[in-house]
């Protein structure tokens, strides 16, 4: 008689991770210290939610993909939502508007409340069991569905981001001291009576940094001022806590998030004209070959004598007159010799196709504009550059000379992965391009492939396949290089007022200059991954203000025909940029009559099964607006 063997099932396995809700049937739950995600599938989700802390065990075990069941959630990380109501006699159902959560709301009416359907609203889960519909209350309207009000409120709500400072922060902030006593300028060195200088945007109201400039004795003596947002709050007070939490400022289209209270972010901190302002700088002395002999790292006071936007200290430098001539022009050539030399040592030239809308007073978009980049801008980054490289590099010279390993805050950017770049070399091959994928000869191969599609209808599609086949840049207290600009180190110092990892910096920096010891690296490596992750949401936000203001202004163009480039092509339709608006709109496949047409993945084309008309990609075509869906933020195009 044979003898029957059973399986072993492996004893189930408690864990703890985050959820990840990507499809309506199934979730992943990310686990710290695991390489792979679990998934779970909606019956094993437990009434979870995108982005809940929750509790699970391993279950099928005897599957290759890990799979496993929720037992708890520990923390809801969004409890109120914003959305639509289906309303009925005594009750009523809540869709999210949230595209990350699969479940409608149950709403239990009292007496005769009654709902718009052209309404949107704010909705607190309130109880939810197991796998049934969780029920929840109304809170209110936050308005007519596709007004500014209503869909800016939802993207705040959608990415967890806060309306207003607490009173209890507002008034801690309004005790901070706008006089900058002796005794404190007496710390410091003393350079208000420097010629400094900020540029910024028309539109700009804290002021990050300021620069300056002399020559003496054949050396180039530069300062790069950069607000001391840290001197104002200790690591205990709920600014810090409040800034801290939120990481970031966000730029949404018709507002800004600040990360710290406006007292702070466009009056004590902002390195205004005409008043005193403390800062921490970087000094630095060049040689007539624009190399660096000599520098300095610590806390200042200056005294900013002009704001500059870009347009106007461009004028200045094109017709070669005006205030601080000399000063601007010095600053721009030494600016173009290290941006040459920083793409000729590998760095990367991907240039930004930013837009800007003019708004009117009711917040609709009247005008969208492309951001055109000058030298100006040019010569801000590059010093800014500079100086978050020379902080970086500080360190390194600490750890050289005490023999020891200083905790700091790096922004790091790691080798994009193999594969990836096997599929940017794959893409590129159906416009007749190649690039050399080895490590020693990818940045220069690279940046000669974005200089051979300048001006090419494939341009865009083109660099933004090259910007994912990147790794994203992160913080970290590793100490490693930053590749897309070629850095062997290199760290956040000159955004303070709107980073939280800038002011983490300054205070690093300012331990360090005092003598301290090295801090704790697993508390600064926490905030690292939190801040990191805070940017991602922020990105994500400020694109879906985007894309809302776009379908916006495009309903505005219902029935009218544009030029337009194939930006993406997939399986259900071809994704166009309008030429003139930069606005991405999406041609159904099934909007295309004139024959069946089929999807080739492997060369990313669309042809026509009877007429072997092709769609590719970077091909120029002429479309017509058929509809807008400013609620979805999509924009429906069809084919000329």
Not at 41 to 56: C, F, K, T, Y
Not at 289 to 308: C, L, N, P, Q
Not at 313 to 339: C, M, P, S, Y
Not at 610 to 626: D, E, F, I, M, Q
Request: hydrophobic share 35%.
């Amino acid at each position: 008689m044979k003898k029957r063997y059973k399986k072993k099932k492996r004893s189930s396995v408690h864990l703890t991770g985050v959820v990840d809700h990507v499809k309506k049937r199934f979730c992943f739950v990310t686990v710290d210290g695991m390489t792979e995600d679990i998934k779970v599938r909606a019956q094993n989700m437990n009434g979870a939610i995108h982005e809940d802390s929750v509790e699970l065990h391993l279950i099928n075990n005897f599957s290759s993909k890990i799979e496993g069941r929720i037992t708890k959630v520990i923390e809801r990380k969004l409890s109120e939502f914003t959305g639509t109501i289906e309303d009925n006699k005594d009750f009523a159902f809540f869709i999210p508007n949230n595209k990350k959560i699969y479940s409608d709301f149950f709403i239990k009416k009292r007496n005769s409340e009654k709902f718009s359907n052209k309404k949107k609203y704010l909705a607190k889960i309130t109880s939810w069991t197991g796998g049934k519909k969780p029920f929840a209350k109304v809170i209110r309207s936050i308005g007519d569905i596709g007004s500014n009000e209503a869909e800016i409120h939802t993207i705040m709500h959608d990415f967890n981001l806060p309306y207003k400072f607490s009173e209890e922060i507002e008034k801690e902030t309004e005790k901070l001291n706008d006089i900058i006593s002796e005794k404190e300028i007496g710390k410091r060195k003393d350079l208000r009576k420097e010629i400094s200088f900020t540029i910024d945007p028309d539109d700009a109201k804290d002021f990050d940094d300021a620069l300056s400039i002399k020559i003496n004795n054949d050396l180039y003596e530069i300062g790069i001022h950069i607000a001391d947002v840290s001197h104002f709050f200790n690591t205990k007070g709920l600014i810090n806590k409040e800034a801290e939490k939120r990481a970031t400022s966000v730029y949404l289209v018709d507002r800004t998030i600040p990360m710290l209270p406006e007292k702070l972010s466009n009056d004590l901190c902002s390195l205004r004209p005409n008043v005193d302002r403390l800062t921490f700088s970087v000094l630095i002395k060049m040689n007539k070959d624009y190399e660096i002999v000599d520098k300095w790292i610590g806390r200042t006071v200056i005294h900013s004598k002009k704001r500059f936007t870009y347009e106007n200290a461009q004028d200045t430098i094109d017709q070669n007159k005006g205030e601080f001539l000399e000063e601007l022009v010095n600053l721009n050539r030494i600016a173009k010799h290290h941006r040459k030399k920083r793409f000729e040592n590998g760095s990367f030239n991907f240039k930004s196709n930013e837009v800007k809308f003019q708004l009117d007073e009711k917040k609709k978009p009247i005008q969208i504009i492309k951001k055109e980049r000058k030298d100006t801008h040019k010569l801000v980054e590059e010093f800014m550059l500079l100086a978050n490289k020379i902080v970086a590099e500080e360190i390194n010279e600490y750890e050289k000379k005490y023999n020891k390993r200083y905790t700091f805050v790096y922004r790091i950017h790691e080798d994009p992965d193999k594969a990836k770049l096997v599929e940017l070399k794959k893409y590129i091959k159906q416009f007749g391009y190649s690039i050399n994928v080895d490590e020693k000869n990818l940045s220069s191969s690279i940046n000669d492939l974005m200089k051979k599609i300048k001006g090419k209808p494939e341009e865009n599609s083109i660099e933004k396949f090259a910007i994912r086949s990147m790794s994203k840049a992160r913080y970290s207290t590793d100490k490693e290089k930053h590749f897309g600009l070629a850095f062997k180190n290199y760290s956040h110092f000159t955004s303070p007022i709107r980073r939280f990892p800038d002011v983490m910096v300054h205070r690093l920096l300012q331990y360090y200059i005092n003598g301290s010891k090295p801090k704790d690296k697993l508390y600064y490596e926490v905030l690292c991954k939190h801040c990191s992750q805070m940017e991602v949401n922020a990105t994500k936000a400020e694109r879906e203000s985007i894309k809302y203001k776009q379908a916006e202004f495009m309903s505005n163009f219902i029935g009218e025909e544009f030029d337009g480039v194939i930006t993406g092509i997939t399986e259900w339709g071809i994704y166009v940029e309008i030429t003139k608006t930069k606005c991405e709109g999406l041609v159904k496949i099934s909007s295309l009559t004139d024959d069946k047409y089929d999807f080739d993945n492997e060369k990313v084309i669309i042809i026509g099964r009877r007429n072997k008309k092709s769609y590719s990609l970077g091909k120029a075509v002429k479309v017509n607006v058929t509809g807008t869906n400013i609620e979805k933020r999509t924009i429906d195009l069809d084919l000329l």
